[in-house]
């Protein structure tokens, strides 16, 4: 079925963003994960480690949204703190007036601090909570804890101004077929398909599968009856009667097949990755690429933001991070979030009052092209941290910047671009795509094969799983 350029593109709502960003920065990279990674550039991490290492006991994720809607920090836990400790860290009594996203529901030592800073609401992911209810059989001790835990939540919750909610909405008609079809679609995508026999795509249904596996294993609770004990001990009987039961669970599943559907588009394949093809910066700190891991991590978040699109033809999402020279508390490590943005016609105005047309209708006059504000202008205009010249700061845009882009991110001193490269060096009727491929001073890292591993048994060391995946067919036939 062919959705888009048929009439309105379905939408994810702003709540179903925050949603899935929560969720989706529990699966940040951790650095344990990193270090493991970098032996070589091929091996799939979530494969490489043991079940053991695979379970975030205390991951957490969390964005933060201002009272505007806008979201000013992205967070997860770390090895010594949780991720409401680290907002608070982070954000201060700034986070007063704020709404808070978490993947789960937050423990009694992060939920007093939050409520105290003056937070307006907190909502979480209605599955197994921070503190894990889910084991009881295997370690009743926690469990007793965990209930105990469970307890002083809801009375924290009941004694405070701020409202601790489930913000769970149904996406709307066609919003999954419409994720599906522009991910199949997507340059990374096609790129690979290109790479392999006859341009198949079998292999992004391979890792699409694989990814919703292990996303409904991380966020999702299979055991029905298991799911409702969890949900009367954190204080949510309202949802266990039917039909609220079946629709939460509906929804939730819903939202994990997005993000799933959504990671796969940029998928860990072979020695695909975001490669840097020039030599002249090699050798400064900040022109070094970031792993592997989190550049994908990162553009994830970027295909998140392009399902707000208001342009009925081209969703394009950009965020901004940057590096603290100093090692922060955060599990994201250094990087800390600057702005995002997608591309949308003026704030405030309205669906009328811009024209809709593109480069197809001949009037040029009444083209969209002069009026669409593209997504890194969003990120850059809406950022809620400086750029800051010794900091070695990053835009990941899930298309080509073009040459109105390419000016306004040098110009803002950002080091690094993260971007496909589809479009580079092409003039379509209405943007051109000529600066990027001549822009220097700033770094840029493409999708494409890895430029330093031109020998096919140089690079592959298929661990048992992977073989049976992935790599039917070898791509450097
Ligand atoms: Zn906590
Ligand atoms: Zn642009």
Known sequence: MALAGQCQMPRLSKVNLFTLFSLWMELFPSSEQQKKSQVKCLQLVHNYLSDNEKKPSLRMGLPIVVKNMKIIGLHCSSTDLHAGQIALIKHGSRLKNCDLYFSRKPCSTCLKMIVNAGVNRISYWPADPEISLQ?????????????????????????????????????????????????????????????????????????????????????????????KQILMTIGLENLCENPYFSNLRQNMKDLVLVLATVAASVPVFGCFGFYNSES??????????????????????????AYRTEDHKTGVGAIIWAEEKSRSCDGTGPMYFVGCGYNAFPVGSEYADFPHMDDKQKDREIRKFRYIIHAEQNALTFRCREIKPDERSMIFVTKCPCDECVPLIKGAGIKQIYAGDVDAGKKKADISYMKFGELEGVSKFTWQLNPLHTNALDFHEPTARESKSFFINSFYD
């Open 280 to 305: 002249w910066q090699a050798n400064e700190t900040d022109h070094q690429g970031l792993s592997q891991e989190i550049a994908r991590h990162c553009m994830i978040q970027a295909r998140l933001l």
């Open 135 to 227: 084991n009881e059989v295997s370690s009743p001790m926690t469990t007793d804890d965990a209930k105990l835990d469970a307890k002083a939540v809801e009375r924290l919750k009941s004694n405070s101004r701020a409202r601790v909610c489930v913000l769970l909405q149904p996406l709307v008609c066609y919003m999954m077929q419409f994720v599906e079809e522009t991910s199949t679609k997507f340059d990374f995508i096609q790129k690979i398909a290109k790479s392999q026999p006859d341009s198949n795509t079998d292999f992004y249904t391979t890792c699409r599968q694989e990814r919703i596996k292990e996303y409904e294993s991380l966020f999702l609770i299979s055991n029905e009856e298991t799911h």
